[in-house]
């Protein structure tokens, strides 16, 4: 991406010279073009029913995520399910419990310790029985150098599948913008065990800009579909490629 802005940078020097050469306005059209290509709308599956996952590292905001995004598909007339399927991080399931009694959204949830693979099985068939547009499920944080952590949601996604055909329609992998290089890796590691649909940007309210992402984009072809700006319920919000790429050269702090 940073050659392709360069290049670009090269050929406008060419074409008008110096004079009213903006460096930053064509790396931000550059950042934008190549974000537009991609398609951020979330899913919706054919059937009754669409499942999301959400994955990613420890401490990146999947449970937050997962409550802010059942929220804003209930904010547009739609019913939305969460399912804790964190079980290993005793406090995931109360701080899902908590946004869903605040959001007023259903959580599935099981004992603690207890089977993820089980109770996305139990969340599909109470879902369905609810009649739910989508069912959110917010899965353990796990390194992605684990290889039997990873082998873990494998068994998640394919219980899930055996229960509803296509599930889960959407796997979105929750970077944090402060992350750098690493998150690359991250995204590389599970694009392999899990195949990934899009990205969530989180804690962009600060003064990173999250742009790994561009290269993530770039390399394994996958659309951001949120980013996180703050700690409120409406804080997750649609990707948009025209803002993103004009924060991304911003000159102000």
């Not at 899965?139 to 990873?150: S, V």
């Not at 951001?224 to 319920?233: R, Y």
Request: proline fraction near 3%; aromatic fraction near 4%.
């Amino acid at each position: 991406m940073t050659e392709q802005i360069i290049e670009a940078v090269k050929k406008a020097y060419e074409t008008q010279g110096r004079e009213g050469l903006d460096v930053f306005n064509i790396a931000s059209a550059e950042v934008e073009k190549s974000l537009s290509t991609m398609d951020y709308v979330l899913k919706r599956a054919d059937g009754a029913l669409t499942v999301v996952s959400i994955v990613g590292v420890n401490g990146t905001g999947k449970t937050t995520t997962a409550a802010k995004m059942a929220h804003m598909i209930q904010q547009q007339g739609k019913i939305s399910v969460l399912a804790a399927c964190d079980t290993f991080r005793a406090a995931a399931i109360e701080q899902l419990k908590l946004w869903g009694e605040r959001l007023k959204v259903p959580v599935i949830a099981g004992a603690d310790k207890a089977d993820p693979a089980a109770i996305a099985h139990d969340a599909i068939t109470a879902s369905l029985a609810r009649r739910a547009d989508y069912l959110i499920v917010d899965t353990a944080g796990r390194l992605h150098t684990k290889h039997n952590l990873m082998q873990e949601l494998q068994k998640l996604h394919r219980v899930m599948g055996k229960q509803l055909a296509g599930a889960p329609h959407e796997v979105l992998l929750v970077l944090d913008a402060t992350t750098g290089m690493n998150a690359l890796n991250q995204a590389r590691e599970f694009h392999k065990a899990v195949p990934l649909t899009g990205l969530v940007v989180t804690k962009l309210d600060g003064t990173s800009k999250g742009g790994m992402v561009v290269a993530i984009q770039k390399e394994l072809g996958l659309p951001i579909k949120f980013v996180g700006l703050g700690e409120q319920p409406d804080d997750l919000q649609p990707f948009d490629a025209r803002q993103y790429a004009q924060a991304l050269f911003s000159e102000k702090e």
